[in-house]
């Protein structure tokens, strides 16, 4: 009797629907009737078992076609702001859809792409990157969407790499730079220098500009400029920007007595004109929507130019579109992982360090944070090479010299910078200020401080020839980092920034709270590191060891928050032996600072009058009440004293009371009297003195706000805010 499993009936005449198991097995054919031939043949059991109807294969993806691949393109370009106009060349309306929906290749459809369908629809996270060069440009791309069209697309709005500019981009650049004098080209050709006396430029700019900033290459360059001078017809806008801002630079370097030698002409005069060539040179380049690095060198060039007749807060500006432009071109990004060559790798690292260096010099004047763009690449720092161990056919990188190079001064900053990211607590905010952190221990500073000082002591000291003045600078460069960066690691204000982590919503405790709390040996470093930045600065200002040549690139704007240290320090002190050889240095530097000496036209001037007659009267004070002779008194202090309104003796500060601490007001500070600046960059006649309110020097230990309103002082003053290089 056969089975038949699920109780299904027979169909009619006996006959099952469907064949028995053993014959489908088989795969032959059943008479599909109980005990059916081939299974009595075979002496096999006859099971009738329901077939179970299989799964239906998935069929394969639909096929897009040509023109259902462009409408999808033409939707994502709309998507991000492309004007597309629909094209008119094909209609597919009354194509049959089957046909229509065919593609050239097939889709695929893994998880992979269902998850980007979500959260990534246009694939913007697997893109990789692109640069993309052509005829000395570089244009690179974060954007996954034209990154991955590739070079011959990008967005319609942007003017394609190495296409002719019209004249709006000569407003554009014109609205940034200010530009006064309408040269033409046949005005600024008129302007080139002889051969005679290019030889003699091309001279002191090696020896005095090109170690402040290493970012053209000599040999090239100076091949580049001489060729195009003999063609002037072929001469390119970039190139010629780049060659007018190493005019302005050589000029900015030279005295009043060689430019008379090799001009004729005053100094001022040659800066003017030359500045106001670079300007147009950079105008008729396109600077604001240039692709070309030599464009952005010459920019590079002309901001470092601008130093002594421009304030920070307009220099920050133009550091500002000098860092959009450069990340831009990609220079934020290292060159061996954009597959350029060692010789373009190297000078894409120069430029693009000099210009991180310069933002966050400037950003540091200013008291604010530099720009974020500045932590978003991976550009490696320079080799430490020089121009003669460069070529551009160079299929490998070369092996990096032992000693100094004109690369040494930007490799120090580099490792600087480097130190102060290991401090940071915020990633991209890289700020001296980070040296203040309580989450790391005094000596655990001091031992990454060190490590910095015997680095550089392996690669750069002891190979200094005493006898070369750029060795000497260097000396002094390496040597003044390490006081600063001690001088911030023990700095006093540090325990604010302790205090206000475990007490932020508390007031600021009372003045002796935060002197009790400072130790004697952290006052002790503060004083002898802000001691000998003092020296340092005295040792390049007397002009000594041929370091009068680099002084058209040494600024001011550290050295008052020294004296302000310094000036604390001796007030604790009052008599010593260090106390006495403060008074000498104090009045070197105000020898080179005679506006200090001289009638008071500013706030930062009058307060650092006021304080030093405040601490010599200490002084005298001390000197009495110690049974010590009565100091003789400088000249600098009678000049002060003459000059401003008679201080009177200090009182006596009773214990535990809290001196006058009223910060110095827009008002009060004669700020809102201040007018921009002429060209010569000299100080405007401000407020008197008695107009001013300062606070006492002790209140600045009491409340941290006195520090960041005397730095915002400083920087708001004309010609303090200076980007330096030491």
Request: some cysteine; glycine content about 6%.
């Amino acid at each position: 009797m056969p089975q038949s499993m699920g109780g299904e009936s027979l169909e009619r005449d006996g006959v099952f629907a469907y064949s028995c198991l053993a014959c489908r097995q088989r795969k032959i054919k059943c008479d599909r009737r109980p005990n059916c031939s081939n299974c009595i043949k075979t002496s096999k059991q006859c099971v009738f078992v329901p077939p179970v109807r299989g799964k239906r294969k998935r069929t394969k993806p639909p096929r897009e076609s040509l023109h259902a691949k462009l409408k999808r393109y033409e939707e994502l370009l709309k998507s991000y702001g492309a004007n597309v106009e629909p094209s008119d060349d094909f209609d597919d309306s009354d194509s049959d859809p089957e046909t229509a929906s065919r593609p050239d290749v097939e889709m695929d459809e893994r998880p992979k792409s269902r998850s980007k369908s979500r959260g990534d629809p246009f694939g913007l996270e697997d893109s990789k990157p692109q640069l993309i060069t052509k005829e000395g440009t570089s244009r690179y791309y974060d954007s996954a969407l034209w990154s991955s069209l590739g070079d011959q697309f990008q967005h319609p709005e942007i003017t394609s790499l190495g296409d002719p500019l019209d004249e709006s981009d000569d407003h554009e650049g014109g609205m940034l730079l200010e530009t006064e004098h309408n040269y033409r080209p046949e005005d600024l050709r008129s302007l080139h220098p002889s051969f005679q006396i290019l030889s003699k430029l091309r001279d002191i700019y090696a020896d005095r500009v090109d170690p402040m900033m290493k970012i053209l290459h000599l040999p090239t360059f100076w091949a580049a400029l001489t060729n195009g001078l003999r063609n002037p017809q072929k001469l390119s806008r970039s190139l010629e920007a780049e060659i007018f801002a190493f005019y302005l630079a050589t000029i900015s370097s030279l005295k009043e007595s060689e430019c008379q030698s090799l001009f004729g002409t005053s100094q001022q005069v040659l800066y003017s004109r030359y500045k106001f060539a670079t300007r147009q040179a950079l105008v008729n380049a396109g600077l604001m929507s240039t692709s070309s690095p030599t464009t952005l060198r010459a920019y590079a060039i002309f901001i470092m130019c601008l130093r002594k007749s421009h304030g920070g807060d307009t220099l920050y500006i133009f550091s500002g579109v000098a860092i959009r432009l450069a990340r831009k071109m990609g220079l934020h990004r290292d060159g061996t992982s954009l597959g350029l060559s060692p010789f373009e790798t190297e000078m894409r690292r120069r430029l693009w360090w000099h210009l991180a260096h310069m933002d966050f010099r400037l950003a540091e004047v200013l008291g604010t944070r530099p720009s974020l763009d500045l932590s978003c690449g991976d550009t490696k720092p320079p080799l430490n090479v020089d121009d003669d161990d460069l070529r551009p056919d160079m299929a490998d990188a070369p092996a990096e010299r032992r000693g100094i190079t004109p690369v040494a001064p930007c490799l120090i900053k580099c490792d600087i910078v480097a130190l102060l990211r290991r401090f940071s607590t915020c990633p991209g905010d890289v700020r001296w200020e980070a040296l203040y952190t309580p989450d790391v221990p005094p000596a655990g500073k001091d031992t990454a401080i060190r490590e910095v000082q015997d680095r550089w002591e392996r690669r750069y000291m002891r190979y200094c020839d005493p006898s070369e003045p750029f060795h000497t600078f260097v000396s002094l460069m390496v040597r003044s980092s390490v006081c600063k960066m001690r001088l911030f690691a023990h700095s006093p204000r540090r325990f604010f920034a302790n205090h206000h982590r475990h007490h932020h919503h508390h007031r600021p405790p009372p003045s002796s709270v935060f002197v009790r709390q400072v130790p004697r040996s952290e006052r002790d470093i503060v004083f002898e590191n802000a001691t000998k930045l003092l020296e340092y600065v005295t040792l390049v200002y007397e002009g000594g060891h041929g370091l009068e040549k680099y002084m058209w690139q040494i600024g001011t704007s550290y050295l008052w928050n020294t004296m302000l240290y310094v000036l604390i320090e001796a007030r604790h002190r009052k008599t010593g032996p260090q106390v006495d050889r403060l008074w000498q240095l104090i009045g070197t530097m105000f020898s080179h600072y005679h506006r200090v000496l001289e009638e008071p036209t500013g706030a930062v001037y009058a307060a650092l009058g006021k304080w030093t007659l405040e601490v010599w009267d200490h002084h005298v004070a001390a000197s009495k009440a110690e049974g010590l002779p009565e100091p003789i008194t400088p000249e600098y202090i009678d000049t002060i004293r003459r000059r401003q309104k008679p201080v009177a003796a200090p009182p006596s500060e009773p214990q535990g009371q809290i001196p006058d601490a009223r910060p110095p007001t827009r008002k009060s500070a004669g700020q809102n009297k201040f007018q921009p600046e002429n060209y010569g960059g000299e100080l405007l006649e401000l407020e008197p003195l008695e107009s001013y309110d300062f606070p006492d020097l002790l209140s600045f230990e009491m409340d941290p706000n006195e520090w960041v309103q005397w730095e915002q002082l400083v920087a708001g003053q004309n010609g303090f805010a200076q980007v330096d290089s030491i």
